[in-house]
Structures are given as structure tokens and as C-alpha cells.
T-cell receptor, first 118, second 110 residues
Framework: GAGVSQSPRYKVAKRGQDVALRCDPI?????LFWYQQALGQGPEFLTY????????KSGLPSDRFFAERPEGSVSTLKIQRTQQEDSAVYLC????????????????FGPGTRLTVL | KQEVTQIPAALSVPEGENLVLNCSFT??????LQWFRQDPGKGLTSLLL?????REQTSGRLNASLDKSSGRSTLYIAASQPGDSATYLC?????????FGSGTKLNVKP
């Protein structure tokens, strides 16, 4: 079966432009996560959805960042008025059941979208 | 906030060597710890998951250990091969949040 896919794979934006990054999780996966990975660093948590509900957005760096998953499948991460410090790889991951209590369900990662803000 | 550190940041070894990658974390109250591999331009590939009640996990030439009391995990790679060249990331899992280290970039020379 298909894995997690992300589009576009590469995005170049001029400073101040708005961008939208798309994530298609594995079919049937309930949970969806967004991460930001700066060059030479590990991924950092941005936000988490369970179906269409955004349960945790504590990692979003500013109010210019907005994520949605309106039908509980595809998700879009939108960045408004991009800044140079937004340049990073944005990774999406999904898992097939909701995380609860002490249980853990494996997250499957997409290839990422590399955003470069000039 | 959980802080995860990986040492060394980069490592270059000749083919066939055994090697150890280190991961340390500040808060021992974790659910699980996971090791990933990341190839350039690719997403993360899961290598080994160690649940908090476990001490180690093995898969092929890979062995990962976990010592929660000291806040450390190690990834042991036996008989390294050029195809092992990649960045290795450890992640501490606290409920549904992953806290990643910065990774160790491994180069195995033929």
C-alpha cells in the first residue's frame, strides 16, 4: 500500500508570500502529526490531529502557522507571510489509531517538503 | 521540556567496523524510545522501538539499549556496510509527542 505522501516536495517562496503544504496520510490512519526540521537538526513537533480535531498545536512557532484537516484525512499546513527563518523541511507522519494512555502506535513518516524562503 | 542529545554529531568509519551511537535525554519519565534512519531527501525510517519497560531491542545487525535511570540509549551497529551511511536519529516518546536529537551522520567507507 502507499505510504504517507507530501506535496510539493520542494517549495521556494519569496519572503512575505503565503505557502500551503499538503500531507496525504496512509488511508485509514486516525492520527496525523506535523514536524519542522531545520538544517542539521532533528525534527521538532508542530501539531497533532486526531481525525479532524486538532488536539495539540503547542509546537506551532507563531500565529503565522496554521494547520487543518477538515475531513479527517488530508491535512494542509499553511504558513502566512513567510520569513527566512521558516526555511526547513516539513515532515508529516500518521498512525493508524489514536494515541491514548500509555499505548503507542508507530508513526509512519512522509518524505517531507523542503521550504526555502528567499 | 525534554532535551535529547546525540553524540557524536558525525562519524566516519571503514567498512566492517562495529560502532556505537549515543543518545541521552534529560527526563527519565518516558514512554518509549525509538531509533530512526534518515537518508538525504527522504523521510524517517523506523529502526528499533524500545518500550519503557524494556532494556534492549535487536534487529539484524542493530542492537539498541535503554537505561532510563541514567537517561541514555545506545545504538550498536555490527559489521558496518557502506549502505549504512545515513543520519541516525533517536526520539524520546512522551505520550504522542516525539522529542528528537539532532542526529549522528554516519559515513561508512568502502
Amino acid at each position: 500500500g502507499a505510504g504517507v505522501s507530501q506535496s510539493p516536495r520542494y517549495k521556494v517562496a519569496k519572503r512575505g508570500q503565503d505557502v500551503a503544504l499538503r500531507c496525504d496520510p496512509i488511508s485509514g490512519h486516525v492520527s496525523l502529526f506535523w514536524y519542522q526540521q531545520a538544517l542539521g537538526q532533528g525534527p521538532e513537533f508542530l501539531t497533532y490531529f486526531q481525525n479532524e480535531a486538532q488536539l495539540d498545536k503547542s509546537g506551532l512557532p507563531s500565529d503565522r502557522f496554521f494547520a487543518e484537516r477538515p475531513e479527517g484525512s488530508v491535512s494542509t499546513l499553511k504558513i502566512q507571510r513567510t520569513q527566512q527563518e521558516d526555511s526547513a523541511v516539513y515532515l508529516c507522519a500518521s498512525s493508524h489509531v489514536e494515541t491514548s494512555g500509555s499505548s503507542y502506535n508507530e508513526q509512519f513518516f512522509g518524505p517531507g517538503t523542503r521550504l526555502t524562503v528567499l | 521540556k525534554q532535551e535529547v542529545t546525540q553524540i557524536p554529531a558525525a562519524l566516519s568509519v571503514p567498512e566492517g567496523e562495529n560502532l556505537v551511537l549515543n543518545c541521552s535525554f534529560t527526563d527519565s519519565a518516558i514512554y518509549n524510545l525509538q531509533w530512526f534512519r534518515q537518508d538525504p531527501g527522504k523521510g524517517l525510517t523506523s529502526l528499533l522501538l524500545i518500550q519503557s519497560s524494556q532494556r534492549e531491542q535487536t534487529s539484524g545487525r542493530l542492537n539498541a539499549s535503554l537505561d532510563k535511570s541514567s537517561g541514555r540509549s545506545t545504538l550498536y551497529i555490527a559489521a558496518s556496510q557502506p549502505g549504512d551511511s545515513a543520519t541516525y536519529l533517536c526520539a524520546v516518546i512522551d505520550f504522542n509527542k516525539f522529542y528528537f536529537g539532532s542526529g549522528t551522520k554516519l559515513n561508512v567507507k568502502p
